[in-house]
Every structure is written in structure tokens, then in C-alpha cells.
């Protein structure tokens, strides 16, 4: 299990990275200022970074220089409120693997997440990294396709998401806000009716019978 170092001083945003990257698969620990963030990362311990800029103590851009200086090749996603050409010009020159601003679509983060950790992978790792199994349900999330009892049918991006959850938390009961917030990202309505929606398209194409709807309470994968 890939681990990764979260840098982030704004708790619900650094909750909500958390609790994604988890229900995704990945070990997390999370750190609010620059100085811990710059101690983590040099030991070794983990396989990425998301890295804000705007840390107390130490600035994430001193953090992510001097961690190069030093040699360390843990790869470092930069998320940010920063949006300034020169930031990012600064960020990319001082080793930075990637640059996302804010505000950010979760699922954005997590597909360049897993790139970066594919990068540094064997590729029997990889493969594996980018196909979830559950029964005879075999979600490809690449070519954002599923194998249904032999048969392969094709999903739209907000299918393998959703697909995608369930899968993860097999036989766990969702709630439509748990759904919203990990498929849909941060900027979610929570009196839309998209789950529901969603949930129909996709068990026309999986099964009806695979999604259970658990009255008053959500969903969850049978």
C-alpha cells in the first residue's frame, strides 16, 4: 500500500484529501506546518506528497527547494491557492511534479496521484494499480471499462467514479453525501438528486441487482 504525506494547514481541506486517498486505497498521515512537512518527507517513510504552499513556519515552496537540494526524489504534487505565473514558474523549477490550484475536483487530484505513483512503479504494480476486482465485476480505470460476467461495457467518467467507490467499500452502506463528496468533489449540492441518477445508468449496465438501496440510508455494493 502506497503511503502518502498530505501538507495542508486548512483542516477541512486536509480532511477531505485524507478521507479521499483513503477510500481510494492509499495509507495517509497529515501534517499542518512547513517544518514537519519538510522532517517527513526526507525519511523516507512515503511514496508522495501533496504539498501546500502556504504553510505555517516554513513555506511550502522553501519545503519543496531544499527537499530537492538535498536530493530527495519523492514525488510532490503542489496544491495551492496560488495561481500566480511566478509561483508556478517557482514551484515546477524547484522540483515540484505537478502544480494544481485551487479550488480542485478531487477526483482530478487522485488521477494525477495515481499517475505520479505509476511512474515510480514495477509495471506488474501499475497494471494492478488501475483494476479493481470485486466477484466477477472488473473495473478497468484506464480505459474506463467494466467486464460484467465476460462482457465489457463502457462507462463515462462520473460511472467509474462512482463504480469506482463502491468497489472500494464492498457491502458498506453509502449515503448520498458520502457519494457527492468523493465522486463529485468539494463544490457538491447536497440536495441534488445526481446520485440517484447516476446509480440507475449504472446498474443498467452492472445489474440492478448488484446496487442495493438501503431505504433512508444510501447504497451499497451486494
Not at 70 to 87: C, E, H, S
Not at 116 to 135: C, G, I, K, M, Q
Request: hydrophobic share 45%; with cysteine; charged share 30%.
Amino acid at each position: 500500500m502506497s503511503r502518502i504525506l498530505i501538507a495542508e494547514d486548512d483542516r477541512g481541506i486536509a480532511d477531505f484529501i485524507d478521507r479521499g486517498l483513503r477510500a481510494a486505497g492509499y495509507a495517509c498521515d497529515v501534517v499542518d506546518t512547513g517544518a514537519l512537512a519538510f522532517e517527513m518527507a526526507r525519511s523516507g517513510d512515503y511514496d508522495l506528497m501533496v504539498l501546500d504552499l502556504g504553510l505555517p513556519h516554513m513555506d511550502g515552496a522553501d519545503v519543496l527547494e531544499q527537499l530537492r537540494a538535498l536530493r530527495v526524489t519523492l514525488p510532490i504534487i503542489v496544491l495551492t491557492a496560488r495561481t500566480k505565473l511566478a509561483d508556478r514558474i517557482r514551484s515546477l523549477e524547484g522540483g515540484a511534479d505537478d502544480y494544481m490550484p485551487k479550488p480542485f475536483q478531487f477526483a482530478e487530484l487522485l488521477a494525477r496521484v495515481r499517475l505520479r505513483l505509476v511512474d515510480r512503479a514495477p509495471t506488474d504494480s501499475a497494471e494492478a494499480s488501475f483494476r479493481l476486482v470485486r466477484d466477477d465485476l472488473v473495473l478497468d480505470l484506464r480505459t474506463q471499462r467494466v467486464e460484467v460476467d465476460g462482457h465489457t461495457r463502457d462507462l463515462s467518467r462520473r460511472e467509474v467514479g462512482l463504480l469506482e467507490t463502491f468497489m472500494r467499500h464492498p457491502a458498506q452502506i453509502l449515503s448520498r453525501a458520502q457519494l457527492l463528496s468523493q465522486v463529485w468533489g468539494m463544490d457538491f449540492d447536497p440536495g441534488s438528486n445526481v446520485v440517484d441518477v447516476y446509480v440507475r445508468t449504472l446498474r443498467k449496465k452492472i445489474g440492478a441487482e448488484r446496487i442495493e438501496t438501503v431505504r433512508g440510508s444510501g447504497y451499497r455494493l451486494v
